[in-house]
């Protein structure tokens, strides 16, 4: 195989790619081609220690990083928390790509990159053959966006064997996952017992396969995307939607964001709610997404995880939930007085007063009329003793002129 193989991946200046790194034969490939073509690079490695190996290749890649002069970042997941009966490859999918969503913003990264190779794409199109389930993209798709990330999988076109090949023949540094050597699931057996024994004339018409069925996929989503409002689904276009129609949206919509777990059950649930004279209806769908119907617009959110930051003194901050500046002076019920501040999320018990009367964060949300999803992250102002002076006004149609900037990012 020749030396390296042309990525044709964008070169920002001063915004690194962030490569998710196992020590594996095919993501060390993909990292030796990232140096030899001068990409500005940035390695992500989750050690989830359930093979005894892992701590070898854990030092191996710090080591390949060091002597390249490549950043590293590590995530040790023996100290993380497990929810009991959770599913260990969904919790650490989550883990690993909010690991790397960390990484991502801290680096003002361009894109994040994935080493699945051609290998890989046939053997999801098999498996979603096999499961016979509805999808929204046969294969893997070269590039996608999650959780605010552009990922990119530059290797779909190379076979497994030759990123091993081009590793040997490069002396390229990687280890072999022994569970991957088994047929203990139904992908291995898949790779194992189909793809690897597929002849280049075989390749090549599942491949087409693969291509012309994305193909009707495209066509069809060109007018699904049409429901899609900014990620919103409005109840009473969805009302007009015949069974089919409406079941193929709801796929798109739930595959778009990155859930999977849409059955014939969960779309009678849903279709029943239209007529609901509720303002909010929220239908948990795994633990980490739940599916909201708040006045009649349909949107699927992460669950909302707690946060708090402090202000020691009048100065600009920006966070995802929130910007504030005093540039132009204080409002806001606060003072020079005030500091430190601290701006979070909610809690259960919080209460307000307003005009002297005393008053549930819970309530002033309700009478606000505002969305179930942003009433967990709504951030409310603290003064230094902890006592709640501020919370923003919502409304969609809310001007704000005071003197202090305090932006809500949240939508």
């Keep these: 195989m020749k030396k390296s193989i042309n990525l044709n991946l964008v070169k920002y200046r001063a915004k690194p790619y962030i490569l998710g790194c196992s020590f594996g034969p095919d993501s060390m490939a993909l990292l030796n081609m990232l140096i030899e073509q001068e990409y500005d690079v940035v390695v992500a490695f989750?050690?989830?220690?359930?093979?005894?190996?892992?701590?070898?290749?854990?030092?191996?890649?710090?080591?390949?990083?060091?002597?390249?002069?490549?950043?590293?970042?590590?995530?040790?997941?023996?100290?993380?928390?497990?929810?009991?009966?959770?599913?260990?490859?969904?919790w650490a999918r989550d883990v690993r790509y909010d690991f790397f969503k960390k990484i991502y913003d801290q680096e003002n990264a361009c894109g994040l990159l994935i080493a699945h190779n051609q290998d890989d794409a046939i053997e999801t199109y098999l498996l979603q053959q096999k499961r016979g389930s509805t999808i929204s993209y046969f294969g893997?798709?070269?590039?996608?966006?999650?959780?605010?990330?552009?990922?990119?999988?530059?290797?779909?076109?190379?076979?497994?064997?030759?990123?091993?090949?081009?590793?040997?023949?490069?002396?390229?540094?990687?280890?072999?996952?022994?569970?991957?050597?088994?047929?203990?699931?139904?992908?291995?057996?898949?790779?194992?017992?189909?793809?690897?024994?597929?002849?280049?004339?075989?390749?090549?018409?599942?491949?087409?396969?693969?291509?012309?069925?994305?193909?009707?996929?495209?066509?069809?989503?060109?007018?699904?995307?049409?429901?899609?409002?900014?990620?919103?689904?409005?109840?009473?276009?969805?009302?007009?939607?015949?069974?089919?129609?409406?079941?193929?949206?709801?796929?798109?919509?739930?595959?778009?964001?990155?859930?999977?777990?849409?059955?014939?059950?969960?779309?009678?649930?849903?279709?029943?709610?239209?007529?609901?004279?509720?303002?909010?209806?929220?239908?948990?769908?795994?633990?980490?997404?739940?599916?909201?119907?708040?006045y009649k617009e349909i949107s699927i959110q992460r669950y909302a995880k707690p946060y708090s930051y402090i202000i020691k003194e009048p100065s600009h901050f920006k966070c995802e939930y929130f910007e504030i500046d005093f540039k132009n002076g204080f409002d806001r019920n606060i003072t020079p007085d005030s500091f430190p501040l601290t701006i979070r999320s909610p809690k259960k018990d919080d209460i307000v007063y307003i005009d002297g009367h005393k008053q549930t964060i819970s309530r002033l949300f309700i009478n606000f009329k505002m969305p179930y999803h942003l009433r967990a992250l709504w951030p409310l102002i603290l003064n230094k003793n902890g006592k709640i002076i501020y919370v923003a006004r919502y409304r969609k149609d809310y001007v704000d002129n005071h003197k202090t900037i305090f932006k809500i990012l949240l939508k």
């Excluded at 597929?198 to 069925?213: G, P, Q, T, V």
């Excluded at 859930?259 to 279709?271: A, R």
């Design 140 to 294: 893997l798709p070269f590039e996608k966006e999650y959780l605010g990330m552009k990922i990119f999988r530059p290797l779909l076109n190379i076979k497994k064997k030759d990123l091993q090949k081009y590793d040997d023949d490069n002396n390229v540094s990687y280890s072999i996952d022994c569970s991957n050597l088994t047929d203990d699931y139904e992908r291995n057996k898949i790779r194992h017992h189909i793809v690897e024994k597929l002849s280049d004339e075989e390749r090549l018409k599942l491949l087409s396969e693969i291509k012309s069925k994305n193909e009707e996929i495209l066509f069809k989503q060109k007018i699904l995307i049409e429901y899609i409002h900014d990620n919103v689904l409005y109840v009473e276009e969805l009302a007009k939607l015949d069974d089919t129609l409406l079941k193929e949206l709801l796929i798109y919509y739930f595959n778009k964001n990155n859930v999977y777990s849409l059955s014939n059950g969960l779309i009678l649930e849903i279709k029943k709610n239209f007529k609901s004279t509720k303002s909010n209806i929220v239908i948990k769908l795994n633990d980490e997404y739940y599916l909201a119907q708040e």
């Design 46 to 90: 989750v050690n989830y220690h359930k093979r005894e190996a892992s701590k070898y290749e854990e030092k191996s890649l710090k080591e390949f990083c060091k002597t390249h002069n490549i950043k590293f970042y590590g995530l040790d997941c023996r100290f993380l928390h497990k929810p009991e009966n959770a599913n260990f490859q969904a």
